[in-house]
């Protein structure tokens, strides 16, 4: 699977857009953009996936560049809830490829 | 419906001894993961099952971890001789399937401590 480069920390006010940068310059064509986050002492939840097209949610958006080597995870009104680290993963859809592998993330803090 | 549950929520246990922890997966679900997750870092993948089967246990970091999932359902990740790098938050997840875009879905986990 590609590897993924993300910030390692963010701030964002209360009642704006969080706005989260992802790299993944070496994806290839059959690899899925996931988006997952952890809230301190809870299991990763899952937020959304694209493979090219952008796409949203009742959670979020996703923006993916036209040459796929990058996204932006978009919280479009962030709260105080949405604080947690915050994981960029890309991952195939072939045989060998189900595991998710995480790397350390970018941690979102939301200031009041 | 319910999610992912783990059991215990907590379990500490002493160098040296024997550990099982429990996954139940949602219902209907046929895929289960387990993963391991060290303070400060992203979960790292030990094993998967299809069924009852493991079908990749490429990161179970050596042989006293095993897991089993006898009837397709509940899984038991089982340690022996607990070390105290064994010391972690043991996840379990859970997908429909395999095929294409499947998502998979946490449980809250086990924190492992190993005095």
């Known amino acids: 699977d590609a590897k993924t480069t993300q910030p390692t920390s963010m701030d964002c006010a209360e009642g704006r857009a969080a706005n989260l940068p992802c790299n993944h310059s070496?994806?290839?064509?059959?690899?899925?953009v996931y988006w997952y986050r952890q809230i301190h002492s809870q299991g990763p939840q899952y937020i959304i996936h694209?493979?090219?097209n952008n796409e949203t949610n009742e959670m979020a958006s996703l923006i993916i560049t036209e040459d796929r080597k990058s996204s932006t995870l978009i919280l479009p009104h962030a709260t105080l809830r949405d604080t947690a680290v915050y994981y960029c993963?890309?991952?195939?859809?072939?045989?060998?490829?189900?595991?998710?592998?995480f790397g350390t993330g970018t941690r979102l803090t939301i200031i009041p | 419906g319910a999610g992912v549950s783990q059991t215990p929520s907590n379990k500490v246990t002493e160098k040296g001894k024997y550990v099982e922890l429990r996954c139940d997966p949602i219902?209907?679900?046929?895929?289960l993961y387990w993963y391991r997750q060290s303070l400060g870092q992203g979960p790292e993948f030990l094993i998967y099952?299809?069924?009852?089967?493991?079908?990749?246990d490429s990161g179970l970091p050596n042989d006293r971890f095993f897991a089993v999932r006898p009837e397709g359902s509940v899984s038991t990740l089982k340690i022996q001789r607990t070390e105290r790098g064994d010391s972690a938050v043991y996840l379990c997840?859970?997908?429909?399937?395999?095929?294409?875009?499947?998502?998979?879905?946490f449980g809250p986990g086990t924190r492992l401590t190993v005095l």
């Open positions: 694209g493979l090219k």
């Open positions: 099952f299809q069924g009852t089967g493991a079908a990749d």
């Open positions: 997840a859970s997908s429909f399937n395999t095929i294409g875009p499947h998502t998979q879905y």
């Open positions: 219902s209907g679900h046929t895929a």
């Open positions: 070496t994806i290839s064509g059959n690899e899925y």
């Open positions: 993963i890309v991952r195939g859809t072939n045989f060998g490829n189900e595991k998710l592998t």
